[in-house]
Structures are given as structure tokens and as C-alpha cells.
């Protein structure tokens, strides 16, 4: 069943590029299909329950939105970095930004622990990090075959 959900969130992901709109733009309705294959990855990972995972999803969603907002301003900092042409107020926005992104990290594992265990939010934060490991990677396939 794990292999599954993999399969199809990485099926998905490779449709993505097609159907965006504007290179590197998801529409509404495909960044909620998106988000929506990303917590059904998470939740299957974590090996959550039927009864906590309505829980686990209504939590999981305000802490995407939060993050969307404070790491889209990320971004666009993050170009002006890479591209050598940001100022001392950028560095100090980017700063505060991290320290943000952080806060909102501490608060969700606050709110997260009040439904499911340490092992369970380990999990969550591990299965984070192979579905960001997985985007890398599809993302670095593409850009070989053009």
C-alpha cells in the first residue's frame, strides 16, 4: 500500500508540468490535488490511523498555508541571492523569514502533539523529507531530458 500512494503521488507529479498554467505555477485546483496527494503520502508513512488523520489533515493544512506565505517571500529573496543582487535589507527579510518559518514549526508541533505521539511527528518531519527528496529528483529528471 506504501509502494501505491509513492507510485501515485509520483505519477502525478510528473503530469504537473504539463498541465500548470505558467511555468512554475500550479493552479488552485492543482496545488489542493497536490497538497491533498502530499498528506495521504505523510499519513500512510506515518502509519496514522482512520480516526487521526481527519485531525491530522485540518491541522496539516493550516500549517502549509502558514508556510506558503512566509517561503513564497523565501523564494523570491532566494533568486535575488543566486543571482547576486540582493541587498543588506533582503538578507535581514530572509533572516526574519527563517526565524518565522521556524516559529511556525515549533507552534505546529505543539499543536501536533496533542493528537498524535513524538514517533508519530518524527515520522511525519522524515516523510517530509523523502517527498521533498522525490521532487528533487523528478525535477532533476526533466531538466535532463530537455
Same mark, same amino acid.
Given at each position: 500500500?506504501?509502494?501505491?500512494?509513492?507510485?501515485?503521488? /509520483? +505519477?502525478?507529479? +510528473?503530469?504537473?508540468?504539463?498541465?500548470?498554467?505558467?511555468?512554475?505555477?500550479?493552479?488552485?485546483?492543482?496545488?489542493?490535488?497536490?497538497?491533498?496527494?502530499?498528506?495521504?503520502? /505523510?499519513?500512510?508513512?506515518?502509519?496514522?490511523?482512520?480516526?487521526?488523520?481527519?485531525?491530522?489533515?485540518?491541522?496539516?493544512?493550516? /500549517?502549509?498555508?502558514?508556510?506558503? &506565505?512566509?517561503?513564497?517571500?523565501?523564494?523570491?529573496?532566494?533568486?535575488?541571492?543566486?543571482?547576486?543582487?540582493?541587498?543588506?535589507?533582503?538578507? +535581514?527579510?530572509?533572516?526574519?523569514?527563517?526565524?518565522?518559518?521556524?516559529?511556525? &514549526?515549533?507552534?505546529?508541533? =505543539?499543536?501536533? =502533539?496533542?493528537?498524535?505521539?513524538?514517533?508519530?511527528?518524527?515520522?511525519?518531519?522524515? =516523510?517530509?523529507?523523502?517527498?521533498?527528496?522525490?521532487?528533487?529528483?523528478?525535477? =532533476?529528471?526533466?531538466?535532463?531530458?530537455?
Amino acid at each position: 500500500m506504501k509502494k501505491l500512494y509513492l507510485i501515485i503521488v /509520483l +505519477a502525478f507529479l +510528473a503530469v504537473l508540468p504539463v498541465t500548470a498554467q505558467e511555468r512554475g505555477k500550479l493552479t488552485p485546483e492543482k496545488r489542493k490535488e497536490f497538497r491533498e496527494y502530499k498528506m495521504k503520502f /505523510l499519513a500512510q508513512e506515518m502509519g496514522l490511523k482512520e480516526e487521526s488523520r481527519k485531525k491530522f489533515f485540518e491541522v496539516y493544512n493550516q /500549517l502549509s498555508d502558514e508556510r506558503y &506565505d512566509v517561503r513564497s517571500d523565501m523564494h523570491e529573496i532566494n533568486h535575488k541571492v543566486k543571482d547576486n543582487t540582493a541587498t543588506d535589507k533582503d538578507y +535581514a527579510t530572509l533572516n526574519r523569514l527563517k526565524e518565522q518559518d521556524a516559529e511556525i &514549526d515549533k507552534k505546529y508541533d =505543539a499543536k501536533f =502533539a496533542t493528537f498524535l505521539t513524538s514517533k508519530e511527528i518524527f515520522k511525519m518531519k522524515e =516523510a517530509e523529507n523523502v517527498f521533498r527528496q522525490k521532487l528533487h529528483e523528478m525535477k =532533476a529528471k526533466k531538466g535532463k531530458r530537455r
